[in-house]
């Protein structure tokens, strides 16, 4: 599973960078394996969306801009994509 952190540096990203490496080690080992990315290079960010942070999983836009999302809402947005 690849898992990317779209985000300039702000610490909304710099949340749900932490709260994305939290549902993954809270989930166990299906998703230890799990590479996570934080990306803060506006080009690679466009190519998502326009509002950060957001979250992509394997690919695929998640979530993106405010609010944050619960700890509870990121572990399903990555089971959705296991």
């Not at 952190?5 to 939290?22: D, F, I, R």
């Not at 394997?58 to 959705?80: A, D, F, Q, R």
């Amino acid at each position: 599973m690849e898992i990317k952190v779209l985000g300039p540096g702000c610490a909304n990203c710099h949340t749900l960078e932490q709260l994305t490496k939290k549902a993954v080690e809270e989930l166990g080992p299906e998703f230890t394996s799990a590479k996570i990315e934080k990306v803060s290079d506006l080009q690679e960010i466009m190519k998502y969306t326009m509002s950060t942070p957001g979250l992509v999983v394997n690919g695929k836009l998640k979530h993106t801009g405010k609010p944050l999302p619960s700890l509870e809402k990121v572990k399903s947005l990555l089971k959705e994509e296991a």
